[in-house]
């Protein structure tokens, strides 16, 4: 195995549990109930086919495997040895520069069930494709809101959807063309989907819930993630979306929309960004007071005198894609609609 497994699972465990056979090593990790709505565990199994002896399992604490694996260095290769096999058993973890030992400490829950055979609705695609849509589904969550600290999956015949939504300013929408078996949502931990989607490995990896399940699983070529869902209903955002004429549209590109939304560039650059009609062609943008403001134009027209718009909900648009188009409503208070290639954000407006 490599220093970056150890990493991982030092990173989420209470407990990380290794059971060794003929020809394989497996290593587990599991963590408590950290928060009442859900439980998370995690497994990787890897090739080791030096080990020949009887099957072996240990636990260690967390605290310790941590502290070891933050001593190898992502790339280090690290083999295992068994070291007194007794009563107090032990793992020898080695690399070409150090050497250390893990001791036997409590039991952890039990690995996740990596069989897809009775799954209620999976979907296959490329490892990198899912880190990079959870990645960006990630940005939108709402940190004191237990559903909304999590992304909802949903599996259709059009394929995987992610939402996620901070419930006030920003609605977040990506889709990914690919083919499902069986549909329906589930909404899992922002966080642990992340560290899951990452742990799995380059490839292709399968995601999918089980029947008379509430857990979510990531299944790669040598690992399985497993996370269980939040408890609580996604919240309903259709009249939150509903808009009824259009004040105007703009195209802008995201390199050009992330200097208005750095705060960096104006000493004063304030909470909003204001918007309004330059020429009979171009939209200006800015932030700042007058004294210090920056300001940058976008193809487009508005009939409303000034907009205004959130500088941290916009600072999340620009991960959409190069390219975003605004399509602005006449009220208040109503969501502007933005879009890229293959993703939406719908982000509060004021007139």
Same mark, same amino acid.
């Given at each position: 195995m490599n220093g970056s497994t150890l990493h991982y699972l030092s990173g989420v465990a209470d407990l990380v549990k290794l059971d060794i056979e003929a020809a394989a %090593? @497996? =290593?587990? +990790? /599991?963590?408590?109930a950290i928060r009442a709505n859900y439980q998370a565990a995690y497994a990787a199994g890897y090739r080791q086919a030096a080990y020949t002896?009887?099957?072996?399992?240990?636990?260690?604490?967390?605290?310790?495997?941590?502290?070891?694996?933050?001593?190898?260095?992502?790339?280090?290769?690290?083999?295992?040895?068994i070291v007194d096999a007794g009563d107090n058993p032990g793992l020898r973890l080695r690399s070409k520069?150090?050497?250390?030992?893990?001791?036997?400490?409590?039991?952890?829950?039990?690995?996740?069930?990596?069989?897809?055979?009775?799954?209620e609705f999976s979907v296959r695609l490329?490892?990198?494709?899912?880190i990079s849509e959870i990645e960006i589904a990630n940005t939108f969550t709402l940190e004191r809101h237990p559903v909304?600290?999590?992304?909802?999956?949903?599996?259709?015949?059009?394929? %995987? @959807? =992610?939402? +996620? /939504?901070?419930?006030?300013s920003v609605l977040y929408e990506g889709n990914l063309r690919v083919?499902?078996?069986?549909?329906?949502?589930?909404?899992?931990?922002?966080?642990?989907?992340?560290?899951?989607?990452?742990?799995?490995?380059?490839?292709?990896?399968?995601?999918f819930k089980l029947r008379d399940s509430d857990a979510i699983i990531f299944k790669g070529e040598t690992a399985l993630f497993r996370s269980s869902a939040i408890a609580g209903d996604w919240p309903d955002m259709r009249d939150v979306l509903k808009t009824s004429n259009m004040t105007g549209s703009l195209v802008i590109e995201a390199a050009a929309l992330r200097n208005i939304v750095d705060g960096s560039r104006v000493l004063d650059a304030g909470p909003d960004v204001d918007v309004k009609q330059g020429n009979a062609e171009n939209v200006i943008?800015?932030?700042?007071?007058?004294?210090?403001?920056?300001?940058?134009?976008?193809k487009g027209s508005i009939t409303a005198v000034r907009l205004r718009y959130d500088r941290t909900a916009l600072a999340r648009v620009v991960k959409l894609g190069s390219e975003l188009a605004f399509t602005i409503p006449d009220k208040n208070y109503r969501p502007t609609l933005i879009t890229s290639e293959r993703r939406k954000c719908w982000v509060m407006t004021r007139i």
């Open positions: %090593l @497996t =290593l587990s +990790a /599991s963590k408590g002896g009887d099957a072996f399992t240990l636990s260690v604490s967390a605290g310790r495997f941590k502290a070891i694996a933050n001593m190898f260095d992502a790339d280090d290769e690290v083999s295992c040895t520069r150090m050497t250390s030992t893990l001791r036997e400490f409590g039991q952890p829950t039990d690995a996740p069930d990596g069989r897809i055979d009775d799954a490329l490892a990198q494709e899912l909304l600290m999590g992304i909802k999956l949903s599996f259709a015949k059009s394929g %995987l @959807t =992610l939402h +996620a /939504s901070d419930s006030t083919r499902t078996e069986g549909t329906g949502s589930i909404v899992i931990p922002a966080q642990e989907a992340l560290l899951g989607a990452r742990l799995v490995g380059d490839g292709d990896v399968t995601v943008l800015s932030v700042g007071a007058e004294a210090g403001s920056f300001a940058i134009a976008a």
